[in-house]
């Protein structure tokens, strides 16, 4: 019931149904404490967590310092290292470099453990591939491109272009750093290689994530590259 709720949430969050993704979040929670299922309920809250961070950064970040100390230390390493890269990014959207350097020394540190607990199926997808994206988008949020581009091109490389809604959401935030770096055309030609894998897919994020990017374009329209992204961007 909790894992089902959560599921459901995500795909209503990935479609921009936050007011459906918030209440099935909540249910999550609810189902995983009754069933005695700290990992879960701690899970729950991350999901929450990394809702709520746009719209409220103070309660988003107590949200997920939450869900950490719910699911505890002795939860199995890939819970603890979601649990950590999510409050690295409530901690990167607040502007805090110092504890969201922190919190991905906790991910990678339980990434390297084995602590004979059982691994959860739905923790199983934490690798150190997923690390390092979230790495890329902390330091991207926190404006520090030169940290964030190596890390993004790196972890992209290992991604084939059929995750096209995975990708071109990531390439969103490569795009971004390179855009705090001034590298404008570097810029466009990502944005529009994460055009043209999104085109189709049933996520809203990765157009909404390019929006903001496609319009800081618009002040360097007499770089081809960038030319050429708006027209194909149809902006």
């Known amino acids: 019931m909790s894992e089902q709720a959560q599921q459901a949430g995500w795909a209503a969050f990935d479609a921009g149904k936050h007011a459906d993704a918030s209440s099935l979040y909540e249910e999550s929670h609810r189902a995983a404490v009754e069933s005695g299922d700290a990992s879960l309920a701690g899970n729950a809250l991350a999901f929450l967590a990394y809702q709520r961070v746009d719209a409220d950064r103070a309660a988003g970040t107590e949200t997920a310092i939450q869900a950490c100390r719910v699911a505890g230390p002795d939860a199995a390493p890939g819970v603890r290292a979601l649990l950590n890269e999510r409050l690295a990014w409530t901690y990167a959207v607040s502007g805090n470099a110092n504890e969201t350097e922190r919190a991905l020394n906790a991910a990678e540190t339980a990434l390297s453990e084995g602590n004979g607990n059982p691994q959860p199926d739905w923790a199983a997808w934490v690798d150190r591939n997923e690390l390092q994206v979230m790495t890329g988008r902390c330091w991207t949020e926190l404006r520090r491109p030169l940290r964030a581009v190596p890390v ?19 390439l969103s935030w490569l795009a971004d750093s390179y855009l705090a770096a001034g590298e404008v055309e570097q810029a466009a030609t990502v944005t529009g290689r994460a055009l043209e894998l ?16 496609l319009r800081q374009l618009r002040d360097h329209h007499e770089v081809p590259a960038v030319a050429d992204v708006l027209e194909r961007a149809k902006l």
């Open 152 to 170: 993004l091109e790196d972890v992209l490389t290992q991604y084939d272009n059929t995750h096209a809604r995975d990708k071109s959401l990531y």
């Open 198 to 213: 999104s085109a189709g897919v049933a996520s809203v994020r990765p157009r909404a994530r390019l929006s903001p990017i």
